[in-house]
């Protein structure tokens, strides 16, 4: 499974950066993503990233979030900005497209106005 970190409480227009390790789980050889679930609402996808990097993103995220991979490419990282309150969700990292029984926890990110 998947393994996220970083979540937490923010304020409006703040930042924060999200992490993702997975043990198993080769990272140069997939396309990873972010997701997110808020309440109430489906699974969305956030971003995904090639294995050579290029960064693809939801309609929503306006500039505000860098998907990138860690320099020995054994983690991913959502670096968010300028934060909404209605980014505020549980964010999850799998791979793209996502595999079912790869979902972690996730962590969660609360956006306070």
């Known amino acids: 499974q998947f393994v996220e970190s970083g979540g937490g409480l923010v304020q409006a227009g703040g930042s924060t950066r999200l992490a993702c390790i997975n043990s198993?789980?080769?990272?140069?050889?997939?396309?990873l993503g972010w997701y997110r679930q808020a309440p109430g609402k489906q699974r969305e996808l956030v971003a995904f990233?090639?294995?050579?990097?290029?960064?693809t993103y939801g309609n929503f995220v306006e500039g505000r979030f860098t998907i990138s991979r860690g320099t020995a490419n054994d983690t991913l990282y959502l670096q968010m900005n300028s934060l909404k309150p209605e980014d505020t969700a549980v964010y999850y990292c799998?791979?793209?497209?996502?595999?079912?029984?790869?979902w972690g926890q996730g962590t969660q990110v609360t956006v306070s106005s």
């Open positions: 799998n791979k793209f497209p996502f595999e079912d029984h790869m």
């Open positions: 198993g789980v080769t990272f140069s050889r997939f396309v």
């Open positions: 990233i090639s294995k050579i990097g290029t960064a």
